[in-house]
């Protein structure tokens, strides 16, 4: 019926905007990749980690964020989720906007669709360059 259509729509939406609302709250970049790799989300601790905004990352590929001296670590990590494995705690040399190299740790795992096709992957980020200063 329309109306379990209209209420479908307007759960998903609201769905949707919970997410954001945590998204937006969380002190971890959350990047949503694509399953061939391009970042189509980017939440606002991203934006203050990697000093990009999200008009100058989304479509980008998710490797962007890798120095070329450390793109083998991005290539294990997809290969990783492609086999619809999760990772957890892995460390990582990324890169902001500038080029300047730092350490982070990783978790990320693959979106699947009901079909458990992957469809995509959530990466969760933590700037641990903070931390190797504290312990200097």
């Not at 939406?13 to 399953?35: D, M, Y």
């Not at 990772?87 to 009901?114: G, K, M």
């Amino acid at each position: 019926s329309l109306e379990y259509s209209m209420s479908k729509f307007y759960s998903q939406i609201e769905a949707k905007q919970r997410f954001t609302a945590i998204e937006n709250i969380c002190s971890e970049a959350l990047i949503g990749v694509s399953c061939d790799g391009i970042i189509q989300s980017w939440n606002r601790a991203a934006e203050q980690i990697y000093e990009y905004s999200q008009d100058e990352i989304l479509a980008r590929p998710l490797d962007a964020l890798w120095p070329r001296e450390a793109l083998h670590e991005a290539k294990t990590l997809w290969n990783t989720l492609r086999n619809a494995q999760s990772v957890y705690d892995i460390e990582a040399t990324h890169q902001n906007s500038r080029d300047e190299t730092f350490h982070v740790l990783l978790n990320a795992t693959p979106v699947c669709d009901a079909n458990g096709e992957m469809t995509g992957a959530v990466v969760g980020v933590r700037d641990c360059s903070q931390q190797d200063h504290h312990l200097r």
